[in-house]
């Protein structure tokens, strides 16, 4: 698919309305796909198999065929994310940021482990306990730089114009972009480490490739850091203009404003930064290991990204 066809295809799939539907409708959906697949040529194309195939891609994995919780499902990613994006953003004191900015982490990082792929797999450890392990860390780090700069400012009291300006206006952007890029990649360091399944054409695993699994998490996370790296730093702009034409004089007129516009750049963000990349990946022959080629004549290679 194109990127405008998977900006559609997210853009429907986003729908909150699908977190309303319950387990046995979810089940339903993927009967009647299994069903159509071996009966219609193209079965996106019949509306019936559309709408299952819109709630299977947001409510089910696609590598353990379980239902994801309804928290962590892709609906409810923009909803569950947009208070603490909002609050995050206002930047008052170092201790509220970092909590603000803790929670934020925590719920982003739970998502990228349930939504991720689910096929890496160890013998002499747990790998959802070394990706709990890694996360929590990789949160508790990224919540301290997120609230560093303004716990340095007022460490050193340096009220001046420029140290304003820089902390509260152009900073918070490319931080939270970094930060989130690096806790998506940090909890799903075990599929680049271990390695994950590639198929074929026909859907035939040909085995684990840890080239394919850098590769998912590596589009992951620059998706994830484009998405609120963004949602920071475009609101701010364009708030600044506002400010530039005297189109709000009042300041609770100018933080409605501001609180929209993160509400729309965000609500645009998250179907852009799910279509970056495909999330049926493909990897060519030419970039897998040496020991999966010799197994198999085919040129291209597919994997679950995750999101």
Not at 72 to 89: D, G, K, N, Y
Not at 153 to 175: D, E, G
Request: glycine share 4%; charged share 20%.
């Amino acid at each position: 698919q194109s990127f405008p066809q998977r900006f559609l295809l997210w853009a429907d799939a986003l729908d909150p309305l699908l977190l309303l539907k319950s387990s046995d409708e979810v089940k339903r959906a993927r009967l009647l796909i299994q069903t159509s697949e071996k009966t219609l040529s193209e079965p996106i194309q019949n509306d019936q198999t559309r709408k299952a195939f819109l709630l299977s891609l947001s409510s089910v994995h696609p590598d353990t065929d379980k239902i994801i919780p309804v928290l962590f499902r892709p609906p409810a990613f923009m909803p569950l994310t947009l208070p603490w994006v909002i609050v995050s953003s206002l930047q008052h004191q170092a201790k509220s940021t970092f909590f603000f900015q803790f929670v934020f982490h925590t719920y982003t990082t739970a998502f990228t482990l349930l939504n991720g792929n689910g096929t890496p797999k160890a013998d002499e450890y747990s790998i959802q306990q070394k990706q709990i392990f890694y996360g929590l860390g990789a949160i508790s780090y990224a919540a301290c730089v997120g609230a560093l700069p303004l716990a340095f400012m007022n460490r050193y009291t340096l009220k001046s114009s420029l140290t304003q300006l820089i902390v509260r206006k152009l900073l918070p952007a490319p931080l939270l972009g970094l930060t989130s890029a690096f806790t998506a990649a940090v909890v799903r360091s075990p599929e680049f480490e271990n390695g994950i399944e590639v198929m074929d054409r026909n859907g035939k695993v040909v085995g684990v490739s840890r080239n394919a699994g850098e590769k998912a998490v590596r589009e992951t996370a620059l998706s994830r850091g484009v998405l609120f790296g963004t949602t920071f730093f475009l609101p701010e702009v364009l708030v600044h203009f506002v400010q530039r034409a005297k189109l709000v004089k009042s300041p609770r007129a100018l933080a409605s404003v501001r609180m929209l516009l993160i509400t729309s750049v965000l609500a645009g963000m998250v179907p852009v930064s799910f279509s970056m990349f495909p999330q049926c990946g493909e990897i060519k022959r030419e970039d897998l290991e040496p020991e999966i080629l010799s197994s198999t004549e085919e040129t291209e290679f597919f994997y679950n990204r995750g999101i």
